[in-house]
């Protein structure tokens, strides 16, 4: 195998925009087919789930690095604004945040995890809507977690935090009439 300038190296850490954060435990050669295939061996330790990528898909694919410091910043500033929530019906806004979330944007996501988000003393959220919020603010956590060499759980106590501290000014109850 000629010495080639891999963008990821044995040991990093890697966003995979459909699975989120996994590290790169290989670089193998495989012949596939008849063809000589140099992939990046992918380890999500949440999914137990190891994957094959080839060097030659990575950019096609979105696999990229750990967000920079300032996307990071933004994502956090993100879960301070104010919840978006569209008027449309949940079906159709359930297929934009999944996009969202699968897109391995990490504003994006955040977006995600501040629009479902609900405080405590908030309506109930649909079984649905749950699963979006876990798997976003999930997918969020990890992300957080490799970046501060941390852990999910700490990754996500910080993430509430910051929802828990924010979203009562934006749900504070309208004078009725």
Do not use: C
């Not at 990093?12 to 435990?25: E, L, N, S």
């Not at 750990?66 to 978006?84: F, M, N, Q, Y």
């Amino acid at each position: 195998m000629a010495a080639k300038a891999f963008a990821f190296d044995v040991g990093d850490y890697v966003v995979y925009p459909k699975h989120g954060v996994g590290r790169v435990i290989e670089l193998q050669e495989q012949e596939i087919a008849g063809m000589k295939l140099e992939l990046y061996v992918l380890r999500f330790e949440k999914e137990r789930m190891t994957l094959r990528v080839p060097v030659n898909k990575v950019e096609a694919i979105g696999m990229r690095k750990l967000s920079s410091d300032k996307t990071l910043r933004e994502a956090l500033d993100t879960l301070k604004g104010k919840p978006k929530v569209k008027r449309t019906m949940w079906s159709r806004r359930a297929q934009e945040y999944e996009a969202k979330i699968n897109s391995g944007d990490l504003v994006s996501i955040a977006e995600v995890t501040r629009d479902l988000f609900r405080a405590d003393d908030q309506p109930e959220q649909s079984y649905s809507e749950r699963q979006i919020f876990e798997a976003a603010s999930s997918r969020l956590a990890r992300e957080l977690a490799a970046m501060e060499k941390t852990d999910e759980p700490a990754a996500l106590k910080k993430i509430l935090a910051i929802l828990n501290e924010h979203a009562p000014k934006y749900y504070e109850a309208a004078p009725v009439a």
